[in-house]
């Protein structure tokens, strides 16, 4: 066994290391207590939600985001996320008071702090627009018999019991396999603790801030305004209206599950066909032996993907278009003596819902496969030549050569790309976007498209409506990030994240 | 364990801080706006901010030189104006997200009919009916006749619910009217007589569109869209909607109705849809965008186009002339069922809210628009030595260097266009046509340099159009009206393409959409 502090090799039963003076723990290194900061993620999204829900009037709802003293919020977040970091940091126990302590602060804030009720919009002072506000207390809420207890006050109690009782019980164990090997033969990192790890590569620490603060500043603080999904936010002056967005978009919007279904439609059969499209190709370019046409053909598939969406639109148009100017329904037409020969009658490819989805699926096919064979081809190139040589010798032909050494190389390269594809399937929006038009809205509508027509279609948008279908989008996205990384984990025996 | 504790603590109070800052603003107000109209002493302002689209100059076209003359004239030539230019197809976009926050929306915006309806309905805009009451421009006696009919258009309800000006438009509206080809016209077997000066009736009007179609084998008419981005809507294909209306309007009984579910918008439709079926109008419509459709007039694909009046007019028969095609186009007159083209509402020059000195602001930079001399001519005309000249000298233009063109000094003429040296410029934001006010000695100084066409075909739209009627934005309006406005526009689509019957989509509209179009009508009724 090693010193935890300098490294050097104890005596058995060492109390204190010889060389440094560093106590010696008799205990091995402690997993992460998931079940606790699970809790803490719980009891944190619970302030988000309602204490108090009108019955009636779903907007009408009432918790720690229009609270009249936003303090409790603060240090409810604050304690919560102490919780968190103490767990992190291997200090559970210390984690039941931060948690205890969230708590009290809820308790007293639900029970003693009046609510800020929204009451319509006035000119404030020098003619800006400002929020009217009545504050009522909880038991006024509650006498009037309009109101009840909202899902929030539960979700926040069971996040906060879950955070101290998960403290208890070591949930990664049962995941975890027993290696057998004396700890002086593991590697240092795992011997030492986080804190000398950090001390001892500080200067690598120091060089990675500037990539921290870049991807704290651009990626995470952003995810703050996650909490306008829960607001009215109508141009400016939002307020808290609980869970209605949520709760008009699964019940009353028009548009949003058509999106939604558009979005896994069209994302996942373009991903398909993509990746199918790209292999094929990989595969022939693979078997040509004439260098120079490898080389001339790959550049030539490669080039449409460096072209904007834009462009690629107006040239499908134009290809496309039911006139003279399309080519493909001037050779239809005029080659095969379709439509009466005249172009003008041909197949509307880019207005008619029954032709938008297949000319979509081509355009992608035609921009983005050429691109898609870089991967495949750099994992051609390093299969073994000698493979070949041997299944010559037994005989293979061509095709077999193919079937059963080629494609068997290719099949991890196949899986990494289409579950890495997998997780990005929601963020389906430029390509849309410009082929789209509103003949075809009912097939085409994904959910950014919908996010953008809400925004900026005319009328007054509501950011915490659009956040809130972001919000969804992002929570699917999520979903379908550890569904990947568990398949990735059972076919290739190692997650992708 | 204490170096840790210290260590938990100094991140804890580093994350404290960061959910404090990120937990704030959500019941932030702002205080540094001034949007009172009690009387004060009216100071000049040093610096605003001002989001206009590209119908002012662009700076690829002599936009800085115009910031910098403007200047020189505007109050003791020190206002500091920092000039905010979004793209101007995403122009709405940029001002959307301009106003999502106070501190970032401009001092001064220039907004469409629906967008100005919809911010003072909200109450962003200042209130400058007592500013321009007391204005020059007001009393200057230099208004024309038709003034008062642009000014009412622009009295919208505010936040308190009153009728009152937000905004100020320094000119007409203007809007669109029926080109036809005189080429495709007598391809088709008819004269330039049969249709100029005439009122048609529709059945003359499709029959003449039938036979150009069968004599060019071709679409005739190529719209931007079977229906318009704004108000009125329908004025791409005027004669095809007729009376029918989009959105929501205020019926002979004094209840708002929604237009688009009426029989008129039934039978337009289905007007509409036979066109289409019958090659007369382009399928393609419904993926044009404007410039995709003047193209398609510049590539003679089509014959008969509805477009802007006044300028424009000119400009289609230049390009048609540049393409070495025949130029000669006939606006004919409103047919019968159309009575009068529609005048849109003016975009409106308004100050935000959020504007420190916005009595400032009008009057030195809003009521100067029009004061009858150097400002106005800046406006209409662009930056002197950029745009326009008075300096004796010869102009030519790129392409045509050999057909100089000499001007003696203190002459007022036009200069090649800075963006497109082939031909002069035209104009800047005002079109000196649609200009409210006139100059203050009787004339305009760039009159020469209207050209004959703008100027008949500007006089033509005046006196065969009606200015559009605004409709009042109330909050379950401004909730609804995208959703609303977008089925609107998918069963437009869709019928004119052959998928459903016009009484089917109208079917459908209600189905998906008639709680919310109940919601806003019993809104409008109040």
Not at chain 1, 327 to 354: H, K
Not at chain 2, 271 to 277: D, G, S, Y
Request: proline share 3%.
């Amino acid at each position: 066994m090693q010193c935890k502090s300098c490294n050097t090799e104890l005596p058995k039963h060492a109390k204190v290391c010889p060389k440094c003076g560093a106590k010696v723990s008799d205990k091995g290194p402690q997993n992460l207590k998931v079940i606790a900061i699970a809790g803490a993620v719980i009891a944190f999204i619970g302030g988000l939600l309602p204490f108090v829900q009108n019955t009636g009037d779903v907007e009408k709802a009432y918790s720690f985001m229009n609270i009249q003293m936003p303090v409790f919020w603060y240090l409810y977040m604050i304690a919560l996320v102490a919780t968190i970091l103490l767990c992190v940091a291997k200090k559970e126990k210390l984690s039941i008071i931060t948690t205890a302590i969230a708590g009290v602060i809820f308790a007293v804030a639900f029970f003693v702090s009046p609510f800020a009720e929204y009451a319509g919009r006035q000119q404030g002072k020098g003619g800006t627009v400002i929020n009217k506000y009545n504050n009522v207390m909880l038991s006024d809420l509650l006498s009037n018999g309009e109101n009840g207890i909202g899902m929030g006050t539960f979700v926040v109690i069971i996040g906060l019991i879950v955070a101290i009782i998960g403290v208890f019980f070591d949930l990664l164990k049962y995941f975890k396999k027993e290696i057998n090997v004396d700890a002086k033969y593991m590697t240092n990192s795992i011997n030492k603790s986080v804190w000398s790890m950090v001390y001892y590569y500080r200067w690598f620490y120091v060089m990675f801030l500037p990539a921290l603060i870049f991807v704290l500043l651009f990626n995470y603080w952003p995810m703050l305004g996650l909490r306008y999904a829960f607001t009215s936010y109508k141009i400016t002056n939002p307020y808290y209206i609980g869970i209605t967005h949520f709760h008009e978009m699964a019940t009353a919007d028009i548009y949003f599950w058509t999106a939604f279904k558009n979005t896994l439609y069209l994302s996942i059969i373009k991903l398909i066909l993509n990746t199918g499209a790209a292999v094929i190709i990989s595969l022939l370019l693979h078997e040509i032996s004439n260098i120079i046409f490898k080389k001339t053909v790959q550049t030539i598939i490669y080039l449409p993907h460096f072209m904007s969406w834009v462009v690629t639109a107006s040239l499908f148009r134009l290809i496309l278009a039911p006139s003279s100017s399309g080519m493909v329904n001037t050779f239809l037409a005029e080659v095969l003596g379709m439509f009466g020969g005249n172009p003008s009658n041909g197949i509307f490819f880019l207005g008619d819902p029954r032709y938008w989805v297949g000319s979509y699926f081509v355009i992608n096919v035609w921009k983005d496969t050429g691109w898609g064979t870089i991967l495949f081809l750099a994992t051609l190139s390093g299969i073994s030549p000698e493979l070949y040589e041997a299944a010559e010798i037994d005989g293979a032909n061509r095709f077999n050569k193919m079937r059963y050494i080629t494609l068997p190389a290719l099949t991890n390269t196949i899986i990494t790309v289409f579950i890495l594809n997998l997780a990005k399937v929601m963020n389906l929006f430029e390509s849309v976007f410009v082929l789209m038009n509103d003949a075809v809205y009912d097939v085409s509508n994904v959910l950014q498209t919908f996010v953008y027509y809400k925004t900026f279609g005319g009328g007054r948008p509501d950011y915490g409506y659009t956040t809130a279908v972001g919000l969804f989008r992002s929570v699917v996205s999520g979903v379908l990030v550890i569904i990947c990384n568990y398949a990735s984990k059972k076919v290739r025996g190692r997650g992708i994240v | 364990m204490k170096k840790t504790v210290k260590k938990l603590a100094a991140v804890g109070l580093t994350l404290t801080s960061v959910m404090s800052l990120a937990a704030c603003g959500n019941n932030s107000t702002d205080s540094a706006a001034s949007g009172t109209t009690a009387a004060k002493e009216v100071t000049q302002p040093k610096s605003f901010t001002v989001m206009v689209d590209n119908t002012v100059v662009t700076e690829t076209n002599g936009g800085k030189e115009f910031y910098a003359y403007l200047k020189t004239l505007l109050g003791d030539g020190t206002i500091d104006i920092k000039w905010i230019r979004p793209d101007h197809s995403g122009y709405y976009d940029a001002v959307g997200n301009a106003f999502n926050a106070t501190d970032s929306m401009p001092d001064v915006v220039l907004l469409s009919a629906d967008y100005y309806a919809l911010y003072a309905s909200s109450g962003y805009l200042w209130d400058m009916t007592d500013a321009w009451n007391a204005s020059e421009t007001k009393n200057s006696g230099r208004l024309i006749k038709t003034a008062d009919n642009v000014l009412n258009a622009l009295q919208v309800t505010g936040l308190d619910g009153q009728k009152r000006m937000y905004g100020f438009s320094p000119y007409r509206g203007n809007g669109c009217c029926t080109y036809v080809k005189k080429t495709w016209l007598e391809a088709a077997g008819h004269q330039v007589s049969d249709v100029q000066g005439k009122t048609l009736t529709f059945d003359e009007y499709y029959k003449i569109l039938k036979d150009m179609q069968q004599a060019k084998n071709s679409v005739v008419i190529s719209s931007a869209g079977y229906i318009g981005p704004e108000a009125p809507y329908t004025n791409y294909l005027p004669e095809f909607y007729q009376k029918a209306q989009y959105s929501f309007y205020k019926a002979a009984d004094g209840k708002y109705v929604d237009g688009f579910a009426q029989k008129e918008m039934q039978d337009a439709l289905t007007r509409i849809q036979t066109a289409v079926k019958d090659g007369v109008i382009d399928k393609e419509s419904v993926n044009n965008s404007t410039a995709n459709a003047r193209d398609k007039f510049y590539a003679d694909n089509s014959g008969v186009f509805t477009y802007w009046a006044g300028t424009w007019a000119d400009t289609l028969k230049t390009q048609l002339e540049t393409k070495g095609l025949d130029s000669e186009l006939i606006a004919i007159n409103p047919i019968k069922e159309l009575g009068t083209y529609v005048e849109r509402i003016a975009p409106a020059w308004c100050i935000t809210t959020h504007a420190e000195n916005p009595e400032g602001i009008f009057k030195y930079f809003i009521d100067t628009m029009l004061d009858g001399g150097d400002v106005q001519t800046a406006w209409e005309y662009g930056a002197k030595g950029t745009h326009w000249d008075t300096k004796a000298e010869s102009v030519t233009v790129k392409g045509k260097e050999d057909k100089p063109t000499e001007y003696k000094e203190g002459e007022f003429h036009m200069l090649p266009s800075p963006e497109k040296p082939t031909g002069l410029m035209k104009k800047n934001h005002i079109d000196p046509i649609l200009a409210l006010a006139t100059f203050k000695n009787g004339t305009d100084p760039g009159a020469k340099a209207i050209t004959d066409v703008a100027k008949t075909n500007g006089e033509f739209f005046a006196n065969n159009s009606t200015v559009a009627v605004a409709v009042p934005y109330t909050e379950e309006m401004a909730d609804n009206i995208s959703d609303i406005n977008k089925q609107r526009n998918i069963i437009v689509s869709k019928v004119a393409n052959g998928e459903m019957s016009a009484a089917d989509g109208i079917k459908e509209y209600q189905s998906k959409v008639g709680n919310k179009v109940d919601e806003v009508l019993k809104s409008l009724n109040k």
